[in-house]
């Protein structure tokens, strides 16, 4: 599955060949988004990436400070869609792990080295809220071990922090399992209908059936098909069980009523 954010992707470096102790009475200098590109800068790109976009309106969102002592502060913008294997099986209870995988394409790490800043590697903004999860937090970790070279023995510079993501179950709640459980109970209704009115009982049970059937499915349509079971298809099986089991109830008391009678009938 896939997710996708907007982030500002900040880099910090040394590059000791634009020190400039003596030139300037400020700090650092701040460059037109013109001259950026004739500043080295890594070439980090994202593993997980499916597509990805830069921010260009009005001027195009990047800055670049170099400060006097050569330290340069690089920022972009950008839009991502990233790639996140989730495990469904506890789905719509899940919690998952989504990562976003920063590695350098082309040199390794006797070369170029990354590191998360010690200090609030990544920011949340705290009005952040997302429609179908919560955040839970996150952690950074290095992957120089996960990803190795396919042209020798070399590793290239890789970092990775990994989002905390608990879904939110209000909506499941009110979508899927009231309507469910009420689905089921209106279908012991018919336990309370009199066994001669065939044709209520019969419309009932068929009705709550195909009723629970129909949301089944509604339930899974947005979910990518995956070949083992998950917790909604272990509620929904039991409620179409209910279902369909007060409908068979239905079916065995109007035969057992029906023996009854011509038993009577013979004896009289």
Known sequence: MDYT??????????DSRLQFPDYNKSDWLELDTRRISDVWVPDTFFRNEKGSSFHNVTV??????????????????????????????????????????LQSYAYTKDNVVFQWSDINPIT????????????????????LDLFESKYGTENFACIRANFKLDRAIGYFIVQVYIPSMLIVILSWISFW??????????????????????????????????????????????????????????AYVNVMTRKRAKRIQMEK
């Not at 954010?5 to 040394?14: A, C, D, E, G, P």
């Not at 006097?68 to 792990?97: A, F, H, R, W």
């Not at 089944?216 to 089991?245: E, H, N, R, T």
């Open 124 to 143: 949340i903004p705290n009005d952040l809220t997302l429609p179908t999860f919560y955040i839970n937090g996150f952690y950074t970790e290095d992957c």
């Open 193 to 250: 209908i009199d066994v001669e009115a065939v044709p209520a009982r019969i419309s009932l049970g068929v009705l709550t059936v195909l009723t629970m059937t129909t949301q089944s499915s509604g339930a899974q349509s947005s979910l990518p098909k995956v070949s083992y079971v998950k917790a909604i298809d272990v509620w929904m099986a039991m409620c179409l069980f209910f279902v369909f089991a007060s409908l068979l109830e239905f």
């Open 60 to 101: 195009p969102n990047r800055l670049v400070h170099i400060h006097k002592d050569g330290t340069i502060n690089y920022s972009l913008k950008l839009s991502l869609t990233l790639g996140c294997s989730m495990n469904l099986v506890e789905y719509p209870l899940d919690s998952q792990e989504c990562p976003i995988v």
């Open 5 to 14: 954010i907007t982030i500002y992707l900040r880099q910090k470096w040394v």
